[in-house]
C-alpha cells in the first residue's frame, strides 16, 4: 500500500511541476540596470512543434537621464536543447535561455543579459 501512494504522490508532483514552458504560449522577461540605462527585454513563444517556438522578441534600451530611448523588435524562432533554449531572432541577435537557472544571455548590448522571469504569455 504504500508503495502504490509513493506512486501516486510522484506522478501527481511530475504533472505538478510543469512549467511554463510546456505550455503552448509562453513568455520570459527580464530588466538589467546598466548605470543610468536600462535595458528591458521581453520574449513571447508560441509552440510550433515539441521542443521549437516561434518568437516574438522587444528589446528596450531607456536613459534615465536623458530620456531617450530605443526599442527594437523582431520576430524569430526558438528551440530546446540539452537544458537550453536556443533564441535566434535575425538582426536583434541570439539569446540563450538556460533552464536550470531561467538566466537569460545575449550578444546584442540592447538586449539584457541577467535572471528572467518565466510566465504563461497572458
Known sequence: ???LLTLAALVAAG??????MDLPRWSAGTVER????TVTTALDFRRTRPGEWAV???CETRD???GRWRAR???GLA???MGLVLVDVGALGRMVLF????ELASNLPACASVAADLGTGD
Open 73 to 75: 523588435t523582431r520576430r
Open 99 to 102: 533552464e536550470a537557472s531561467s
Open 64 to 66: 534615465t537621464q536623458t
Open 15 to 20: 504533472s505538478a511541476s510543469a512549467g511554463p
Open 1 to 3: 500500500m504504500r508503495t
Open 56 to 58: 516574438r522578441a522587444r
Open 79 to 81: 528551440a530546446r536543447s
Open 34 to 37: 546598466r548605470g543610468a540605462v
